[in-house]
């Protein structure tokens, strides 16, 4: 793990596998996520191509502002897409990797999206798994109500967090002491915030310059975020595709990490 210090009171933390696969790919995690989330997808990727010699890119899994060890937002005003997408293009363009691809799950999603069109000659292709789409998501009062709660109460958190994963295994270590701690961290530091962030945004505009060939992918059973829209934002980019990944939710990558990395593989390093 290390730090990214965007000034004296921020730091955004990142873990990189060096000359692990292809080429090197950046990861961003979804709201009441962290970068623990992307371990199961992270081990099959490293075994996947264990044997290939040719492997000279990293895996970079990086937090956004209030998850995982980045540190909080020290205001709501703090607490936007823009914000974070520019948080993350300052990173890569320190560590002068040269064009990256971009995985981007949720929120994660939207935010690579944005980055696409920021800096584009940062980056070479993405995949979006099950992302917010760029007209953003309007969450009704019971949710705003929820997330409240939430940051007071972990057995609600965990319930809620959980419900976002299809076929979760509740009694699992990794759900208990990964998925739900980490939620749990997040949701009182930022992820309430966020929801605000995302109601009302659009971003379509911007999306529309976007040239980079980009996967748009959607679980079969996600329940969380809509497929039509989805669709919709796959439609938005010059070179997007969309894919419904079968037998998955919203979390394919901590569902079915093998199904996931074998997608993700087909159209990133090829």
Not at 9 to 19: H, L, Q, R, W
Not at 191 to 215: C, M, N, W, Y
């Amino acid at each position: 793990m290390a730090f990214f210090e965007m000034n004296s009171a921020t730091k955004i933390s990142y873990d990189v596998f060096p000359n692990t696969i292809p080429t090197t790919t950046v990861f961003l995690h979804g709201n009441l996520s962290s970068n623990r989330w992307w371990i199961p997808s992270v081990e099959m990727l490293k075994a996947k191509y264990a044997t290939i010699s040719d492997k000279k890119g990293s895996i970079v899994c990086v937090e956004f502002r209030g998850c995982g060890k980045s540190s909080d937002p020290k205001s709501e005003s703090e607490v936007t897409m823009q914000n974070f997408a520019n948080d993350f293009i300052m990173l890569i363009r320190s560590m002068n990797w040269g064009p990256v691809n971009l995985v981007g799950h949720s929120t994660g999603g939207l935010i690579a999206a944005m980055m696409l069109a920021a800096a584009p000659e940062l980056f070479n292709k993405a995949y979006l798994l099950d992302p917010v789409g760029a007209e953003g998501v309007k969450f009704d009062e019971a949710m705003i109500q929820a997330f409240d709660q939430m940051k007071v109460d972990k057995n609600l958190t965990a319930a809620i967090i959980g419900s976002t994963i299809y076929n979760n295994d509740a009694t699992t270590s990794f759900f208990k002491d990964i998925i739900v701690e980490d939620a749990f961290r997040s949701v009182k530091a930022v992820g309430h915030l966020v929801l605000k962030a995302i109601d009302g945004l659009d971003v379509r505009s911007q999306l529309k310059e976007v040239t980079h060939p980009v996967k748009v992918v959607h679980g079969e059973f996600d329940q969380l975020l809509s497929r039509v829209e989805s669709e919709k934002l796959s439609q938005l980019f010059k070179n997007g595709q969309f894919e419904v990944l079968m037998g998955c939710g919203h979390c394919a990558n901590v569902e079915n990490p093998k199904q996931f990395t074998q997608s993700l593989s087909d159209f990133l390093f090829v």
